[in-house]
């Protein structure tokens, strides 16, 4: 992966998801509502990765127990609703993950796990870019490789013009330099 400028950790397609509408849908956010949600996350050649979580919902959090063949955790997220235009409500999730400075608390629709977390968040706090974002990253940094390489290439025509009008200038002044020569007596 080119990560060459950039600060992106992963893409948000490689990583486990919890979309608070897929979980509206699932009925996950009825207070008291409890079961289980899985993944499955297909590799190259085959190769799958199943995950789990059992969950439970209070009137305010989203508790999971997650556990993958690496990982195994706790965590909880607050539930936030918002009144739409047209009646009715939409539930958002609060980013519970942990950094340096404190809990995100970012409101967000989806939370991620990447292979290497023991939490999920927020892209934000995971430093996830969308696989188009990336993929518009590689096609600007070639663009911008082809300025460099077109920009050079000018810079060297433009040296090696002015360095034939110097040279040309030179020849000029060593012509007249050369006819200024007084004609000395031979031998
Ligand atoms: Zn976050």
């Not at 968040?121 to 940094?141: K, Q």
């Amino acid at each position: 992966m080119a990560t060459r400028g950039k600060t992106h950790l992963g893409l948000v397609e490689d990583a486990l998801k919890i979309d608070a509408r897929d979980l509206r849908h699932l009925g996950v956010f009825r207070t008291g509502a409890f079961g289980q949600l899985t993944w499955d996350l297909t590799w190259g050649q085959g190769q799958s990765q199943l995950a789990e979580a059992n969950y439970w919902t209070t009137e305010t959090e989203l508790i999971l127990d997650f556990k993958d063949n690496d990982r195994s955790f706790r965590q909880s997220a607050r539930i936030v609703q918002q009144d739409c235009h047209l009646g009715g409500f939409r539930r958002w999730l609060l980013c519970p993950y942990r950094g340096s400075v404190g809990v995100c608390f970012r409101r967000v629709r989806c939370l991620y796990l990447p292979a290497w977390a023991n939490e999920f968040g927020c892209r934000n706090c995971h430093r996830l870019i969308h696989r188009s974002a990336h993929e518009h990253d590689a096609r600007v940094d070639r663009l911008r490789k082809n300025i460099d390489l077109l920009e050079a290439t000018v810079n060297d025509q433009s040296g090696t013009l002015s360095a034939n009008l110097r040279r040309q200038r030179l020849a000029t002044k060593a012509l007249q330099r050369g006819y200024c020569r007084p004609n000395l007596p031979r031998g």
